[in-house]
Nanobody, 117 residues
Framework: QVQLVESGGGLVQPGGSLRLSCTASRSILSIYPMGWYRQAPGKQRELVASITSGGVTNYADSVKGRFTISRDNAKNTVYLQMNSLKPEDTAVYYC???????????WGQGTQVTVSS
């Protein structure tokens, strides 16, 4: 299975920005849609943003206009630029193959994002 490693999380004040990175162990990920997910305390994991192999993006309503997903296939890396962060964005953020999360992808440890004043 593809190994995925997330990084870039941390503690940030409301209104601040973070850039998350996800690097895969295999270049084959470039042919699959990729997604960023998050899980807040006491809540189910949700899909925040996704991007197809052709670069078509989709976002959850809660993050539209604030988050931007992108990918660099040459680097086997997917990014999530997070601007205008709000306390409700606090969660553990994961990346995975969208639609093949278990079959071909894997859930790693994620990266913690905490938005607090």
């Amino acid at each position: 299975q593809v190994q995925l490693v997330e990084s870039g999380g941390g503690l940030v004040q409301p209104g601040g920005s973070l850039r998350l990175s996800c690097t895969a162990s295999r270049s084959i990920l470039s042919i699959y849609p990729m997604g960023w997910y998050r899980q807040a305390p006491g809540k189910q994991r949700e899909l925040v943003a996704s991007i197809t192999s052709g670069g078509v993006t989709n976002y959850a309503d809660s993050v539209k206009g604030r988050f931007t997903i992108s990918r660099d296939n040459a680097k086997n890396t997917v990014y999530l630029q997070m601007n205008s962060l709000k306390p409700e964005d606090t969660a553990v953020y994961y990346c995975n193959l969208e639609g093949f999360e278990v079959e071909l992808g894997s859930w790693g440890q994620g990266t913690q994002v905490t938005v607090s004043s």
